[in-house]
């Protein structure tokens, strides 16, 4: 595992562009094609030597991951002891444009989660759901995440979609996303293995050592009580517990 890292809150602001005070604020990731601002929080301790990052919308009409995000943050500020030794990044959409249409696409109907420069493929037409784009990385939305992360280097990211209802953790692994599925109730599954373009390959083959997954909510809207186990389960595994 890498062990470069984050020391203090200024060292954060400086590499992220911002001052030292907005560190524990929102901090400006990039923009959307409509120009919509794509912002991250740090939550936990800012020198933390573990980092971890949650992604709540990445397809626009996949919003399930709003209330979770919504409750790891209720749950970090209530619990002083969460997160200690980890600074947690939580961004709410990369897909701003799309989250207000209620699209799965973005604005220039792309499929970001197909936009990634590892393994892309122009595979399908336009009009397909699953466009990936007139070339690697063509997206303002994809490069502003690729740039974020490559800035935090997480050891661990965890990106919400629907509507499969599994955590995408084939035959066990990564581990830690099984260890989640357990810890929430879930099933484990190779759904989606071998697709091209998408955020975790992309974040995997760039860190190697770090574990990237996705957790699939059901369809629809989640209940309070769900979103609430999904944070819990989120902390700890951020936690590296």
Known sequence: MRRRRIAAVVVVAVLLGATAEAASGPVLVGRSVQ?????AVQLGDPAGTRVALVVGVIHGDERAGLRILDAIKRRAAQDSEAL???QLWAIQTVN??????H???NARGVDLNRNFPFRWQDDVPRSNGYYPGPGPASEPETRAVMAFVRRIQPDLSIWYHQPWGAVLACRGRPP???EYAKLVGMRTSCRGKGLHGTAITWERHAFPGSAAFVVEMPA???QGTTADRQARAALTVAEGR
């Open 35 to 39: 120009k919509r601002a794509i912002t």
């Open 84 to 86: 200690a030794g980890t």
């Open 96 to 101: 701003p444009d799309g989250l207000t249409a």
């Open 103 to 105: 699209t799965r696409k």
């Open 176 to 178: 830690i996303a099984a």
């Open 220 to 222: 629809g809207k989640i």
